[in-house]
């Protein structure tokens, strides 16, 4: 689970939007893509990022 504090500093690195902490993953509110957490560090590149399948 990733703190609270930091959630609030970190963003998108595609476009700048809020994320959310969901399954695993960090995931942009704006644009979507979805951000892997590994051992408790997100891993923010957009080449390790997924598109979020929720419509």
């Known amino acids: 689970m990733i703190d ?3 959630l ?3 963003c998108c690195p595609a476009c700048k939007g809020d994320l959310e902490e ?3 993953y ?3 509110r704006v644009c979507e893509l ?3 957490i ?3 560090i997100p891993i923010l ?3 390790e990022a997924k598109r979020d399948d929720r419509d």
Do not use: N, W
Request: charged share 35%; hydrophobic share 35%.
């Open 34 to 36: 979805k951000y892997p």
């Open 45 to 47: 590149l957009v080449e």
């Open 38 to 40: 590994e051992d408790g």
């Open 26 to 28: 960090l995931v942009c």
């Open 22 to 24: 969901s399954e695993g």
């Open 8 to 10: 609030q500093v970190l």
């Open 4 to 6: 609270r504090d930091i």
